[in-house]
């Protein structure tokens, strides 16, 4: 029993073994990890306790994001500092889970406003599995959304408003069935709505003003309780089955 300390990292992999007796192995595997901040190595399989490899995961994602938009440039960034979770890395939320077996962070938000980012945002961030917010405002960010947010299953919020993103509106982030707010303002997305973005049900807040997109608003959003939408400022028409006059600053029918 090594309960009630402050011991961390991985336990021995030899704990694992199946040849052990399973009232040894619940002893050394849970009631050992309470009070510590301890994981299995991948070769285990216990229920009770987290691998190794989340947290290595989640830190090496940031880490990418760090990287790859020019983290250093950063005002009073704390990215290089420790552990995400436990060091507090600015504007990373986490969320705990402490049980008498074990003691688990995972990132659940990532929310940073007018720092002076450059790069584009890299595809390391959909191994945040467990993230429920991404909120980059005047973040200085280019190039084109990684279709593999799309894996963010837990994405409630994605806000990359005010930077200069290019490129198409990826079809995947229709995938993102909780998500409940989408703010992409002010960037340089270009081509069509994506008619998979119409089938969230889950979306309250939808602005994709001052882009360059074009071509029909997905039709689900002529419904009578669509989410709030601001459209303005890019190229786009009403279907003809639409049925309303103006929808989020849209009033431009689309030839049949």
């Known amino acids: 029993?090594?309960?009630r300390n402050e011991l961390?990292?991985?336990i021995p992999v030899e704990w694992c073994m199946a040849s052990r007796e399973p009232a040894e192995l619940y002893l050394v595997s849970s009631v050992s990890a309470e009070g510590n901040?301890?994981?299995?190595p991948d070769a285990c399989?216990?229920?009770i306790m987290r691998t190794c490899e989340m947290s290595g995961r989640e830190t090496a994602a940031l880490t990418a994001f760090y990287d790859a938009t020019n983290g250093p440039a950063w005002a009073g960034s704390t990215w290089t500092q420790g552990d995400p979770c436990n060091q507090q890395w600015?504007?990373?939320?986490c969320r705990s889970l402490d049980t008498l077996w074990q003691r688990w962070r995972e990132v659940i938000g990532i929310r940073l406003i007018s720092e002076?980012?450059?790069?584009?945002?890299?595809?390391?961030i959909a191994q945040l599995f467990s993230l429920e917010t991404l909120y980059l405002d005047l973040f200085g960010l280019d190039g084109p959304i990684p279709a593999q947010l799309g894996d963010l299953k837990n994405l409630t919020?994605?806000?990359?408003?005010r930077c200069s993103l290019t490129g198409q509106i990826p079809a995947e982030l229709g995938l993102l069935k909780r998500l409940t707010r989408l703010d992409l303002q002010e960037n340089s997305l270009n081509g069509t709505i994506p008619a998979e973005l119409g089938r969230l049900t889950q979306l309250s807040w939808v602005d994709l003003s001052s882009n360059q997109l074009e071509g029909p608003v997905p039709l689900e959003w002529c419904a009578s309780a669509p989410p709030t939408l601001?459209?303005?400022g890019n190229d786009l028409c009403l279907p003809s089955t639409c049925g309303v006059g103006d929808l989020g600053g849209v009033t431009t029918p689309c030839e049949s």
Request: net charge negative.
């Open 116 to 124: 002076p980012a450059s790069g584009q945002l890299p595809a390391d």
């Open 230 to 232: 601001v459209l303005s």
């Open 8 to 10: 961390h990292g991985s």
């Open 45 to 47: 399989e216990l229920d």
């Open 90 to 93: 600015s504007g990373v939320t």
């Open 37 to 40: 901040s301890l994981c299995q």
């Open 1 to 3: 029993a090594l309960y």
């Open 157 to 161: 919020t994605f806000v990359v408003a």
